[in-house]
């Protein structure tokens, strides 16, 4: 009889990679359950997910890509031969480095997504080939908020909730019972049991909401306009902490006089949210010490939006005292190990060419921009993540494909990623994917994208790789854990993709770990621990330290915040120096008319799901079966619509199909499903998995000159649009 083993391992289904038990034997996985004695160090907590049950079923489901494919036929015909790793690295090499000699190193890009797997081994060989474009969704995720807290306090935070201690919460465009649903959650609704308050903003009645003491129902994209309503009530009325201010704030004043227009019923007019409850919310967050302000993607999506809201909510931390202080906030801190910007090599690699797509025009999001907010960063020997806070803009990749300007982009590796799903603007994708001389997609899945490519190749899955989580390198944390079993079929973990195609590309001295596992172990040596170590526990973090601005210097002083002023920086002259607002403005708001009545936003999660993962799962699309638009039920009424009926929702763009849910939520405005596609249509042109049939990127735009000029944000939240009856 065969010996089974139970092997500590981590779910990645999500960013979390929460502590599992696998039970193995003769290779394979034979049963999964939680491990309380690894993150989030409670059973219950998993329990609660949907996800992780279906481990047993992803590791082996009959749509998984398990040998690398080559496409035989035309683009996009379906039709595919199986080949070795060898030949497909080979091959995939001796084209890439035909079409450097024609075109240079600019000729290649790639594409990333989700924090479920690690992407610096991808920048790795990007610095090392001598490529710029490495694209993603930064720009309306994640990368918003690091580059103003950033500007504003010298360094990113993380936002502490925790019920003993904190005293009032806002949680601000994130509902965690669906995007989270982990322990962040179950500290969410915790707190809430203990009647403090809780503040949810959100134009959509969630179940975040109600948790909540008192909900906001914003309209769409006028976020920085309420959050600068909280701070004219808090300055109005001195509810700020005077102290804090006077020692640690740069530009009070000037923020004095900025705030004068945005009275709370000012506030109501452009937002929607009455004017007492602007006021009621102000106080609760000043007067109740300390205090969470927690913000999600809904602002980071805001367009040329997104800026300033972010701006308005790091002021509304700073000026209450809210900052790096116990229950409120943590000023993080680089890791004590190696971080990825190291590992990635990209302080080798540079560009000042302006010619790069991510050069022109943005300020903050280029080279350049990663330079300016260095030299302050530096003054705490901070360094952030260069190939995120530098990554390209989406649309000048695709037009750069279509129209060789800047530069020819001819080919393109897409990993852990679906930009003909996710990206805005579908049909531009489409129309550069297709125009593509060399494409690769590594996968778990066939997906619309890997539907056009030349190569697929089969990605190692949840259990099969190790994991390493490490927020990117803009705090001392790490957690993950080994893998349970080795892969399955063909299956190889990415770090082997990169590696080996490095070597066949003269890269061979600056990839000296073989394996994924050494190149990790190298990462945490600082540390001095083993790899092996390391997963005893899957987690690395020191005791958090506050006040850190009070800390002494060499010199003897209060080391103060790695800014210009060494103070947070109310009113910014570095976004002066770039032409910008040193405070923040709004800079648009959202508009309808006539012909596009309702304003439109995306990219809220919806359980089971993980945006556009895990379609193929039948238990999941059991639970959720249709691609959902939800809406006020005087909304509905208004549009001659029923809960449950089909319509079309349709912008200038395009339309796409959903089905209506009503909710409590703003009138006048619909949420539409992010991430929809049909795993079950013909996996081949023209339907390429019923991608033209209810994707929410047929209806936006990604467009760069009207993207925010900074960070080069498009817009997800506040967009017009119209919804009719499907006949």
């Known amino acids: ?198 503040i949810v903003i959100d134009p959509r009645y969630t179940e975040t909401a109600a948790q909540g003491t008192l909900w906001l129902p914003l309209r769409p994209g006028t976020d920085a306009v309420l959050a600068l309503g909280l701070l004219h009530v808090i300055v109005q009325e001195k509810l700020y902490d005077e102290d804090f201010v006077n020692n640690w704030c740069y530009g009070f004043k000037e923020l004095e006089e900025h705030l004068t227009a945005y009275n709370p ?39 040329l939006n997104s800026f300033p809201a972010h701006r308005a909510l790091a002021i509304l931390r700073a000026i209450t005292g809210n900052l790096d202080l116990p229950g409120a906030s943590h000023l993080s801190e680089m890791p004590d190990f190696y971080p990825e910007l190291d590992l990635e090599l990209s302080e080798s690699f540079t560009t000042t060419d302006p010619r790069s797509v991510n050069q022109e025009q943005l300020k903050l999001q280029s080279y ?22 530098t990554s390209a803009h989406p649309n000048r990749v695709w037009k750069a494909m279509l129209t060789g300007e800047p530069y020819p982009i001819r080919s393109m590796i897409v990993m852990a990623s679906n930009p003909l799903l996710t990206q805005g603007d579908t049909y531009l994708v489409y129309q550069a994917l297709k125009s593509l001389d060399l494409l690769v997609v590594l996968e778990l899945f066939e997906t619309p994208t890997s539907m056009l490519a030349d190569y697929i190749l089969p990605s190692a899955g949840v259990l099969e790789r190790p994991l390493l989580e490490t927020k990117a390198g803009v705090a001392n944390i790490a957690y993950g854990g080994d893998q349970a079993v080795e892969p399955y079929y063909e299956r190889k973990p990415d770090y082997y993709f990169w590696r080996e195609l490095g070597l066949r590309l003269d890269q061979g001295k600056d990839w000296p770990w073989e394996t994924y596992r050494e190149a990790l172990e190298y990462s945490l040596s600082p540390l001095g621990i083993t790899w092996e170590e390391f997963c005893q526990t899957g987690l690395y973090c020191t005791e958090n330290n506050y006040f850190k601005f009070l800390e002494q210097d060499q010199g003897g002083n209060p080391q103060g915040f790695a800014t210009r002023s060494g103070k947070v920086e109310i009113y910014s002259e570095l976004l002066k120096e770039l032409d910008e607002d040193p405070l923040p403005k709004p800079r648009s708001f959202p508009q309808v008319n006539k012909e596009y009545p309702l304003l439109m936003m995306t990219g809220a999660r919806f359980q089971p799901y993980y945006a556009s993962s895990y379609h193929q799962l039948d238990r999941f699309r059991r639970m959720h079966p249709e691609p959902i638009v939800e809406m006020s039920p005087e909304t509905g009424r208004k549009l001659g619509l029923e809960e449950g009926c089909f319509v079309y929702v349709e912008t200038e763009r395009g339309k796409a199909r959903f089905m209506t849910r009503f909710i409590p939520m703003c009138d006048d405005a619909v949420s539409v499903e992010y991430g929809w596609w049909y795993p079950e249509a013909k996996a081949a042109e023209p339907e390429l998995g019923g991608v033209w049939l209810s994707n929410v990127n047929l209806l936006t735009s990604g467009d760069f000159e009207t993207s925010d000029p900074l960070i080069g944000t498009w817009t997800y939240n506040g967009s017009a649009c119209r919804v009719r009856k499907e006949k």
């Open 368 to 389: 350049g921009g990663y330079g300016k907010v260095r030299e302050y960063t530096m003054k705490h020997n901070k360094r952030l993540p260069m190939r995120y806070m």
């Open 1 to 198: 009889m065969s010996e089974r083993k139970a092997v500590p391992t981590n779910c990645r289904f999500c960013g979390y990679q929460c502590g599992l038990t696998a039970t193995v034997e003769e290779g394979r996985v034979i049963k999964v359950q939680p491990d309380s004695s690894r993150f989030p160090n409670n059973a219950e907590i998993l329990r609660g997910c949907k996800r992780w049950p279906m481990i047993m079923e992803v590791l082996d489901h009959p749509k998984r890509i398990n040998y690398p494919l080559k496409r035989v036929g035309e683009r996009g015909s379906g039709q595919w031969e199986q080949i070795s790793w060898e030949q497909a690295l080979d091959e995939i090499s001796l084209k890439l480095q035909s079409l450097k000699e024609q075109y240079g190193p600019e000729v290649l890009a790639t594409s990333i997504g989700g924090p479920h797997t690690t992407f610096w081994p991808l920048h790795r060989f990007l610095s090392l080939f001598g490529s710029p474009n490495n694209m993603g969704i930064g720009q309306i995720c994640w990368n918003p908020g690091i580059w103003v807290n950033t500007l504003t306090y010298g360094w990113p935070v993380d936002m502490e909730l925790d019920p003993g201690l904190t005293e009032c919460a806002i949680l601000w465009g994130v509902n965690p019972s669906h995007s989270d649903n982990s322990l962040f959650w179950h500290t969410v609704k915790e707190f809430s049991r203990r009647g403090k308050p809780l």
């Open 265 to 303: 019923t000012y506030v109501e007019e452009i937002t929607g949210v009455k004017a007492e409850d602007v006021s009621k919310a102000a106080r609760l967050y000043a007067q109740s010490t300390p205090a969470c302000l927690y913000s999600g993607r809904g602002i980071d999506q805001l367009g």
